[in-house]
C-alpha cells in the first residue's frame, strides 16, 4: 500500500499529465498537492486567472491495485479482479469539501482494469444520471479524455 505521500506524487503527476493533454492552460506552479486532513480536494490549480481544486480517483479493480503495490517482480501475475468505478464515484459523489472554489472530478485509468475506457465511461455516466454531487465538471482520463458531466 503506498504512503499518503507517494499517493500525493502519483496524483500530482497524473493531474499534470492530464492538464497538458486537456490543454487546460494550468497557470505554471500552481498545481499543488492539498492536505488531506483539511477537507480539501486532492490538487489545488489556477486555471486562467480561477482557483480549482480537482477531486481524483481512479477506475481500478482492488485486485490489480494490491496485485501491483509494491511490486518489483518482473514477471507475471495473473488476477482476477471486478472493477469497482460505479461505487468509487458514488462515494465521491456524496462528499462535500469544505472550499469556495469550483471542485471538478477526475476520473482516471492507470492500467488496473481489465475493463475498456468506454465501459467504464458509460457505468460511471449511469452513476451520473442520478446526480453529479459538489463538482461543476466530472473528466475521465483514460487513453483519451471526456467529460460526463455536463
Known amino acids: 500500500m503506498a ?3 507517494e499517493k500525493g506524487i502519483l496524483e500530482l503527476s497524473i493531474f499534470k499529465e492530464f492538464a497538458k493533454k486537456a490543454d487546460l492552460k494550468v497557470l505554471n506552479g500552481s498545481a499543488k498537492k492539498s492536505d488531506p486532513n483539511q477537507g480539501k480536494p486532492d490538487i489545488f490549480c489556477v ?6 481544486y480537482f477531486e481524483l480517483t481512479e477506475a481500478c479493480a482492488p485486485e490489480f491495485a494490491a496485485a501491483s503495490n509494491g ?7 495473473t488476477v482476477w479482479g471486478n472493477d469497482v468505478s460505479e461505487e468509487t464515484v458514488k462515494k465521491k459523489l456524496q462528499k462535500t ?10 476520473v482516471y485509468t492507470n492500467g488496473r482494469t481489465a475493463l475498456s475506457d468506454e465501459i467504464i465511461a ?9 446526480g453529479h454531487g459538489q463538482f461543476r465538471r466530472i473528466w475521465f482520463y483514460g487513453e483519451d479524455i471526456k467529460i460526463l458531466y455536463p
Open 3 to 5: 504512503t499518503e505521500r
Open 47 to 52: 486555471i486562467g486567472a480561477e482557483p480549482v
Open 71 to 77: 511490486s518489483k517482480r518482473t514477471d507475471i501475475i
Open 97 to 106: 469539501y469544505q472550499v469556495n472554489q469550483p471542485v471538478e472530478l477526475l
Open 122 to 130: 458509460t457505468k460511471i455516466q449511469e452513476v451520473l444520471n442520478h
